[in-house]
């Protein structure tokens, strides 16, 4: 085995060397450009000044804000995005409402039927008239060379780049992945994980949803709860101007300088077309797409509980984060969220979905305990019976008592058959258009998921699926990021307070200064913290004092090791509600006799899945910061 491993090496090496060295020439660069040029579709569907716009009352409210605005005085709406299908009408609605541009910013943007309704609808509009661009993180979108080679000559109106590509290909091989991080870690790393859709710089959705089924309760397996905002207003100006940055950045690279994607148009110079795309689910696609035209729809799920206010900011990283991480501006969205948690005074709710804090973040925290009275903080994350990243919880596990004793979290792990607001929301709207819930599917039956956080152990070529649960049913996992402080104001984006968010990818996202808002946004993070939905971590309750205070000892020495940590006694573990018992949080002193220990993974069947998880916590302490 040493001898192979001592062969393979070099091999590799000289592999990277290759692909290094394979870069495209002018000429064939040109070539490709000239064939994109003569072939795109240069014809208009439409003849009208305003582009064939249909009306929309989400962009009629944005321009009103705008047109209320001065530079002393902003006034934007901002709207709440947690259901998914308004989410998606939503979406659909600014599209076709568009006169002049649509700017999408995503990190993953798959070939389900929520990535091709999108793309369709995107054609549609740049087919009337509407320049639409559309920016792509490389690592996890557009993998198939037809797919991309028909989106390079759809139409002139219509353009579309992928962020970092890995050895300038949009399709990155298993071989090309270990390259990638054996060559050139630091770049290969470095991600674009903001969203954003910018419809004529006016109204903006940012948030934590991709283009991917699960995104949008399109996927009968495994869904996210999830969560964007619809802003309009001066702050999708600043939207625009971010989009610009990194459009125009050397990361952002057009199609024909992909080398397998130039390839393949010249090897293809007949125009490809653009089919009508074929859906799985054409019904529910059909459903959406006429929510997308009812106003008084859009009005009862999208624009009813919407706010009219002043201060809301977008931020976002620089593209030159990585590059030059001394930089003020280059972290300027990283370095905002911090402050704004670092400035609480009474309580700090946050969402995410990797409870892996970054250095500063525990700096922060450790800091905030220290107050006194020290602020209340609310975590709502995944259990490993919700979360599909199960490597990343098992840095979350390992570090339990940090989290309650140092920070004074209030930790609340959802349950994976959680009630929700999107399982209801999806529910409602089949309800509303008269058609039947989903029948329930069993817990065995695991679907492949992707892992968003693409870090060292996780590709587009690996999937992960999530661990096997005892009990039956539609499962789904938390992927909403956000924060309120002091209930006063409140973040809403793609930032995981992680070492990820913090130090690799690009973030974005909008903070809005509106207590109206900010209450809005905590209700929904604890309805995810009610009993039914997610279960409590606790202290285990001492049975045996001698016994409990050598393994709480024999725990903690286990816990700071940075490896072999196999100590299977944790120092704190689930609990659930007991029947007819009050809700109360782990501080009051009657929470045992309300709450009973539900073991450390509850639900969770005994397999692979949970032996890895103890394995990463044993083993994978250093990988804390690429996973």
Known sequence: ???????????????????????????????????????????????????????????????????????????????????SEPALAARLSLIRAAKHSIDVQTYIWDEDDAGKLMLDE?????????????????????????????LARVHA??????????????????????????????NFNQRMHNKVLLVDDAAGITGGRNYQNRYFDWDDDFDYVDRDVLVGGP????????????????????LTHLRDVNRHILDHPAPPGWPPPQYDHPQRVYRVQQEAEDTE???????????????VDFFSDLPAKTEQPRQRDARAFTRRVMQMVGSARSEVVLQTPYLVMSKRARRIFERLHAQRP???????????????AFAV?????????????????????????????????????????????????????????????RGLLGSRGSRNRPAPLVSEGRRFGLHAKSI????????????????????????????????????????????????????????????????????????????SLPLFDFWPYRYATSYELKDGCTPMRPSDPAFFSCYKPVGDFPDVALSFKLIYTRLITAFGVGATGIL
């Not at 579309?160 to 399709?171: D, E, G, M, S």
């Not at 020290?374 to 259990?383: L, M």
């Open 1 to 83: 085995m040493p001898h192979r491993r001592t062969f393979l090496l070099p091999l590799l090496l000289a592999f990277v060397a290759l692909l290094q060295g394979c870069s495209l020439s002018r000429s064939q660069i040109r070539r490709a450009d000239y064939l994109v040029a003569a072939s795109a579709d240069a014809n208009s569907d439409c003849r009208q000044a305003d582009r064939c716009a249909i009306d929309s009352p989400l962009l009629d409210a944005a321009d009103q804000a705008l047109a209320a605005s001065t530079p002393a005085r902003p006034q934007h709406v901002v709207a709440l995005l947690g259901d």
């Open 122 to 150: 995107l054609v549609q509009a740049a087919r009337r008239g509407v320049k639409v661009r559309i920016l792509a993180d490389q690592l996890g979108s557009f993998d198939d060379l037809a797919l991309l080679d028909r």
């Open 157 to 186: 109106n219509f353009q579309v780049r992928l962020y970092n590509p890995t050895f300038q290909k949009a399709h990155t091989a298993p071989v090309e992945w270990a390259a990638g991080i054996l060559c050139c870690f630091l």
């Open 235 to 254: 702050a999708a100006r600043a939207m625009a101007s971010s989009f610009a940055l990194f459009w125009q950045h050397k990361r952002a690279v057009p």
């Open 297 to 311: 729809w859009l009005r009862a799920h999208v624009l009813a509980h919407s706010i009219r206010t002043g201060q």
């Open 374 to 388: 020290p602020p209340r903080i609310v975590v709502s994350t995944n259990s490993l019976a919700s979360t599909d």
């Open 393 to 453: 919880y098992a840095m979350s596990y390992k570090h339990r008592k940090r989290y309650l004793k140092k920070y004074g979290f209030e930790i609340y792990e959802l349950k994976p058959h959680a009630l929700g607001p999107a399982e209801a929301n999806a529910w409602a709207s089949m309800e509303w258009h008269g058609a039947a819930a989903p029948a329930a599917r069993t817990g065995e039956d695991t679907h492949v998921v992707d892992v968003e956080t």
């Open 484 to 559: 309120v402080v002091d209930d006063a104001f409140a973040m809403v984006g793609s930032h995981n307070f992680d070492p990820r968010s913090d130090h690799y990818n690009t973030e974005a996202g909008v903070i809005v200064y509106d207590r109206r808002f900010a209450d809005q946004l905590r209700s929904a993070i604890m309805r995810d913290t009610a009993p039914q939905n997610a279960w409590v971590i606790a202290p285990r309750r001492p049975v045996v004092p001698v016994l409990t205070d050598i393994n709480q000892a024999i725990g903690d020495i286990s816990e």
